[in-house]
């Protein structure tokens, strides 16, 4: 039973603090109803409180009705649990940088909004004509599946092709080894399912994507983090954290990872695979950016032969985010029961999505969009990076490709704040402690360079950082 520190430098009484952390432990369902909560001796000692402190905040705590006391035996958890919440489950972070405030924020932003810090390439960049001709072309065919389920599996023409287009990095997955999904968050909360049971410990890079960290709340999971460089995650804090925490499982991204746009060297792969081997973990190798490349990096997948590693993909990123076509490759002695747990949980995946994505794919114009799309990123992430540079950030490391930048503030600026000004005035951005279980990215921020040519970017970003500035205690 784990329960979290308080913080003596937090406003509010020594009670309230010991009150929200036993509110804390028991949303984390971490416990159930009619579980035993620590004595009143063993909760002072394990949270450095007096024991008159412990007694009051179980006092109120038994009036509001969370817990019960029973008499020479005791303090429980009472009845049903309240709904779970996952702000709840974790330490209340403030908005700026939280991941599911972030992500409502930069979906549910207004059309003038500009978003340099949101995940995804702007609608004028996708391929719509295209997409457009295909869905016509659907319409009149009388073969097309419009209205019924799909197998199991997903499309097979589909399966097969995507079978292929792995063994292109040396991932071999024959088609009976790949399953659809709806997209690359519906495949690790599948995997996370599969794979975890509540209480297990998860290992993620430090910064990562933020929705790994929300996703990961929701199983109910420990997560812990290993900093990350530009050759992939740090190996001696990697070998540290397996070796004192055990983790079950590690996700990541092994090509263009988000938010750094760094990619894993040979040498990094290979001694993690032999750590994960070592330590039993297993990995899922989140590879959603693969078609940005231009030069391939190593697979995990490719290197392990789907023993430990599990690989995923979807095309969110790189066609469309309203065509919601994802998928997992993995061992086969796995494969029927993450079919029937999909099966459980969505019914199996809509064939349209996967019908579209199969046309595009077919008839080239996927193939062309693509080449496209990586000449015009290539060149736009030299102009923003340069104007980036001009305005006093500094790149973390020039990415081979892609289209996130990880930037470090001047001065020792925080994001958070910079951010939080930068809103005032209509501009989304990515604070780097959104992207760090650890908090240690105060002073970064991620840059979407497709989304960061709007030429009023710059001159509002620099007004933030100069109001950030001026507000700081101590400056002018």
Not at 88 to 109: C, F, H, K, N, Y
Not at 171 to 197: H, K, N, W, Y
Not at 201 to 216: G, R, S
Request: aromatic letters at 6%; charged letters at 20%; glycine letters at 8%.
């Amino acid at each position: 039973m784990q329960i979290q520190d308080i913080d003596r430098k937090a406003q509010g009484t020594l009670v309230a603090q010991v009150m929200a952390a036993l509110r804390k432990l028991i949303a984390s369902r971490q416990t159930a109803p009619g579980v035993r909560l620590p004595s009143i001796r063993a909760l002072a000692q394990r949270l450095q409180v007096s024991k008159s402190t412990v007694v009051e905040a179980y006092d109120r705590l038994v009036a509001e009705g969370v817990v019960e006391a029973r008499r020479g035996s005791g303090f429980y958890i009472s009845g049903h649990l309240p709904p779970f919440s996952l702000a709840d489950t974790g330490p209340r972070l403030e908005q700026a940088v939280d991941p599911l405030w972030m992500t409502r924020q930069s979906l549910g932003a207004k059309r003038h909004l500009l978003k340099p810090g949101c995940g995804w390439l702007p609608a004028t960049w996708m391929p719509e004509a295209d997409i457009r001709r295909a869905l016509r072309l659907l319409a009149r065919d009388s073969q097309a599946n419009l209205t019924d389920y799909t197998t199991p599996l997903g499309l097979p023409a589909l399966r097969q092709l995507l079978s292929r287009r792995l063994a292109d990095h040396g991932v071999i997955a024959p088609a009976q080894q790949i399953m659809l999904t709806e997209s690359g968050t519906q495949a690790i909360d599948l995997l996370c399912r599969f794979l975890l049971e509540p209480g297990d410990t998860v290992l993620l890079d430090d910064p990562c994507y933020f929705n790994f960290h929300a996703l990961l709340r929701a199983h109910r999971v420990k997560v812990i983090s290993v900093p990350y460089t530009p050759h992939g995650p740090d190996l001696m804090h990697f070998e540290q954290a397996l070796a004192a925490h055990s983790p079950r499982l590690y996700i990541t991204n092994s090509a263009l990872h988000n938010p750094t746009g760094a990619s894993l060297s040979p040498g990094t792969a290979h001694r993690v695979l032999k750590l994960a081997e070592r330590h039993d973990l297993l990995i899922i190798e989140d590879d959603i950016f693969a078609d940005f490349e231009q030069i391939p990096a190593p697979r995990l997948a490719a290197f392990d032969g789907l023993e430990r590693v599990i690989h995923i993909g979807s095309f969110s990123k790189t066609l469309s985010a309203a065509v919601r076509c994802g998928f997992i490759a993995t061992r086969q002695d796995w494969i029927e029961e993450l079919v029937d747990l999909k099966l459980a949980t969505s019914f199996g995946g809509g064939a349209f999505s996967a019908d579209m994505v199969l046309a595009l794919l077919h008839d080239g114009a996927y193939r062309r969009h693509i080449g496209g799309l990586r000449t015009r990123l290539a060149d736009t992430m030299g102009k923003v990076s340069a104007r980036l540079k001009a305005i006093g950030l500094a790149p973390w490391l020039e990415p081979s490709a892609g289209m996130f930048i990880w930037c470090q503030l001047p001065d020792g600026l925080n994001a958070a704040d910079v951010a939080r000004a930068a809103l005032a005035d209509g501009v989304v951005l990515a604070p780097g402690n959104a992207f760090s279980l650890t908090q240690a990215a105060s002073g970064f921020l991620r840059f979407n360079v497709a989304q960061s040519l709007d030429p009023a970017i710059m001159p509002l970003l620099e007004q933030a950082m100069r109001r950030s500035e001026k507000s700081e205690p101590g400056k002018a």
